[in-house]
Nanobody, 126 residues
Framework: QERLVESGGGLAHTGDSLRLSCVLD?????????MAWFRQAPGKEREFVAG????????WYSNPVKGRFAISKDSAKNTLDLQMNNLKPEDTAVYYC??????????????????WGQGTQVTVSS
């Protein structure tokens, strides 16, 4: 089981950008896993935000973030990033990275993921 550590969250204003990073602290390399970012807003269930294939070639996005967020993976460095542009107050949530070594493409279902980071808070004010 991989151990993941997120960073890069913080306070932003509407229209700002933030970049989240997830690094592998222990476990199978990122090159062996489909990976994703999820988020959980207060009082809501955790939801899929963006995912990237094991190869790092193909990406997926939820409709609320499509065109604003970009996921990328550097398997050589075992890092997963989420570039978030044009942030909105509704992007406020705790963001988690997740890894699934069983699949080549990321699942939208959080229960399919084996490893999670501790989460990083993103707060966007208007």
């Amino acid at each position: 089981q991989e151990r993941l550590v997120e960073s890069g969250g913080g306070l932003a204003h509407t229209g700002d950008s933030l970049r989240l990073s997830c690094v592998l602290d222990d476990g199978p390399a990122f090159s062996l896993s489909a990976m994703a970012w999820f988020r959980q807003a207060p009082g809501k269930e955790r939801e899929f935000v963006a995912g990237i294939s094991r190869s790092g070639v193909t990406t997926w996005y939820s409709n609320p973030v499509k065109g604003r967020f970009a996921i990328s993976k550097d398997s050589a460095k075992n890092t997963l990033d989420l570039q978030m542009n044009n942030l909105k107050p509704e992007d406020t949530a705790v963001y988690y990275c997740a890894a699934d070594p069983k699949r080549q493409t990321p699942s939208y279902d959080e229960s399919d993921y084996d490893s999670w980071g501790q989460g990083t808070q993103v707060t966007v004010s208007s």
